[in-house]
């Protein structure tokens, strides 16, 4: 039997003398060269097409690893004088290695060229026949693979081994040539495939799959989602599964960003406690970021404060971006042109920026979505969104990803969708601060009328302390105007800090500023009430009245003292900062209720215990020690009622942002 080895790139290797008698060939003019270079289609038919059929046979053997029987082919054999017309039955083999890979290739003919041409008349129309049916399959190939390259889904072809045999275009473009002559338990490792080994496994099996979920995530690059679905099939030759991949990622992302959204309202929309935490879980998962942070404005140092991070601890979150990612004016995000990776130092504890600082300081400054790529390891791009949109933010949402391929759609969604209902979240907090402002502006308007009173006030005390100065007064009229004199040093008393009150928050009344000692002030409030120790140092220099500051520690000491615990010790202490002073009163004792914590600055109030428990007093201290700190551009806080003590803290600009004339933005 004639034969001839090639190896997988076509290049004669052997030759058996029965085929080199039936070509007419020497070894040496063979052995070495390309199977098509040693023997050419005859250049003198216009018709020949053996080369072309033989090419196509060796690649499918080299594709599928299995033998390819011909039809019988007219390819004619060069000789000295020219060429002559030859016959041929080819049969081409695989010789295959341990790992299944083609050796070698054994091409073996039969010389049927007697035959053919003694029979020429029968056989030349079965041939022509065999010829127009050929050409019709080919046509009908050509089609069918047409339709599936029109297709976005992605479908593979395998043999009974799961080697591929088919591809469309979806599926050159998703696989390459990764998975050429693989078998498909190996197609999760090549494509990084998740999910996938247990549909392929049952595929192969005979068993079909639909809308089996599986998905892509090649390294650096976004996550796809894709609905696998298998089809065994019978009867066909090298073609024993059909495997299809839809991409379902936008639709999944749609659903999940939809979910996340209506998620994250009812989360804000909760009125127990802040949920920025969960909200930022939320964000993260249902959108696919790596981390996400959420940046609020503090009122007092007009600084960016990391309010929420998800996940708490997780991957180093970038503090600076490139320096070319700053937006420019446009109604989408900027995406950076960075030169140079940032740092990835983690960023733990509380972190704050000025404006135009870091990637959520630019984007608050910009007052406009940021996008930016290049960050480095792990964190690879991130989206800064000014919260809520337009020239004032009261916040930054910053999503961090791991791979620089977020698209664009997801990046609008997350700034329409999410974005958007935080930007909800924050304005409604903001009316409800301003709401409560406007209640009390209400109730100090109303505290105004008070003044009216005070002219009649002064005149009653006036004219009770006459009478009670007659020598002959009995003691039934001197007890009742004891009474009356008693009760009008009280009244006016209310009245007098109701005027003080309203006249601070309205900017009726002046503070005497001045450069002042705040540890002074407050070391000498300590000493004048038992039981009280300072921390703080030998001095603090601030911008402040300080009869005003000294009224302020005295009443929360006063406060302090009222429901500190027996033989407690009260603590008050200062700290500095950088750009704020921080004045902290702290007692052991009966906590605040959560119920009462809104309502403890507001003029007149007194909680559940003052009342029961018949504790003296009119509910304006902390009234008035608040408008006093805010009158000097600072905030006056407590604690939360599960801390273990009760603690009072007034926030003041440091002397060198008071200093500068310029007021702090509220």
């Not at 650096?220 to 030759?237: E, K, S, V, W, Y």
């Not at 700190?629 to 009072?648: I, N």
């Amino acid at each position: 039997m004639p034969l001839l080895v090639l190896d997988p790139e076509l290049t004669i290797v052997e030759v058996n003398d029965a085929y080199l008698a039936g070509v007419l060939r020497h070894r040496d003019e063979l052995i070495g060269r390309n199977v098509f270079d040693a023997f050419p289609d005859n250049p003198d038919d216009r018709e020949a097409d053996g080369v072309d059929n033989l090419r196509a046979s060796l690649h499918r053997v080299l594709r599928l690893r299995v033998s390819d029987v011909m039809a019988i082919q007219k390819y004619d054999i060069e000789k000295p004088s020219g060429f002559e017309i030859r016959y041929w039955a080819p049969v081409n083999a695989p010789v295959l290695d341990p790992d299944g890979e083609v050796e070698l290739i054994l091409h073996r003919v039969e010389d049927v060229t007697a035959y053919v041409q003694s029979q020429q008349p029968e056989l030349h129309a079965k041939m022509e026949a065999e010829v127009f049916a050929r050409h019709r399959l080919q046509e009908r190939n050509v089609v069918l693979q047409a339709v599936a390259d029109s297709l976005d889904t992605v479908v593979i072809g395998c043999d009974a081994a799961g080697r591929p045999t088919i591809y469309n275009q979806a599926a050159r473009e998703l696989a390459g040539d990764r998975l050429d002559g693989r078998p498909a338990d190996q197609w999760p490792r090549l494509l990084h495939l998740e999910n996938a080994d247990e549909p392929l496994r049952q595929a192969m099996r005979g068993i079909p799959v639909r809308d089996s979920e599986v998905i892509l995530r090649p390294p650096g690059q976004a996550r796809r989602i894709f609905r696998m679905h298998a089809c065994p099939l019978t009867g066909l030759p090298g073609l024993a599964v059909v495997v299809a991949l839809d991409d379902v990622t936008v639709r999944r992302r749609v659903a999940r960003l939809q979910a996340g959204e209506l998620e994250v309202a009812d989360l804000i929309g909760h009125p127990e406690g802040n949920r920025l935490a969960e909200v930022m879980r939320t964000v993260g998962t249902a959108a696919g970021w790596s981390a996400t942070e959420f940046w609020t404005v503090d009122d007092v140092t007009r600084l960016l404060h990391r309010e929420a991070r998800w996940p708490e601890s997780g991957p180093s979150v970038p503090p600076d971006p490139p320096a070319e990612s700053r937006p420019v004016p446009s109604d989408s995000p900027k995406t950076g042109a960075p030169d140079s990776p940032a740092g990835s130092r983690l960023l733990s504890g509380p972190v704050t920026l000025a404006s135009g600082e870091g990637l959520p300081g630019q984007a608050w400054e910009a007052a406009e979505p940021v996008w930016t790529t290049g960050l480095g390891e792990p964190l690879r791009a991130a989206l800064a969104i000014p919260i809520p949109a337009g020239p004032n933010p009261l916040g930054v949402l910053v999503c961090y990803s791991d791979t620089e391929e977020v698209p664009e759609g997801l990046r609008t969604a997350v700034i329409t969708g999410i974005g958007a209902r935080l930007g909800e979240f924050l304005e409604r907090r903001r009316a409800e601060r301003l709401a409560a402002e406007l209640d009390r502006t209400r109730d100090e308007y109303i505290a105004l009328v008070g003044h009216e009173l005070r002219t009649p006030l002064t005149s009653i005390q006036s004219y009770t302390d006459l009478m009670l100065g007659e020598p002959d007064l009995d003691e039934e009229h001197r007890s009742a105007l004891e009474v009356m004199r008693r009760n009008t040093a009280g009244l006016h008393g209310i009245v007098m800090r109701l005027l003080d009150v309203a006249g601070m928050r309205s900017g009726r009344i002046d503070l005497r500023t001045t450069s002042v000692d705040l540890a002074e002030i407050v070391r000498a409030a300590a000493a004048r009430r038992p039981g009280v120790q300072f921390d703080g140092p030998a001095s603090m220099i601030v911008d402040g009245d300080p009869e005003r500051l000294s009224e302020v520690a005295d009443e929360l000491l006063a406060n302090a003292a009222t429901w500190a615990a027996e033989d407690s010790t009260i603590r008050i202490g200062l700290r500095p900062g950088d750009r704020v002073v921080e004045l902290s009163v702290s007692n052991t004792g009966e906590r605040i209720k959560a119920h009462e914590q809104a309502d403890l600055f507001d003029p007149f109030f007194r909680g559940e215990s003052a009342r029961h428990n018949g504790i003296p007093g009119n509910g304006l201290g902390l009234t008035v020690a608040r408008a006093i700190v805010e009158q000097h551009g600072g905030t006056l806080s407590v604690s939360g009622p599960d801390d273990d003590e009760t603690t009072f803290t007034v926030r003041l600009p440091a002397r060198s942002l008071a200093s500068t004339g310029t007021p702090p933005r509220g």
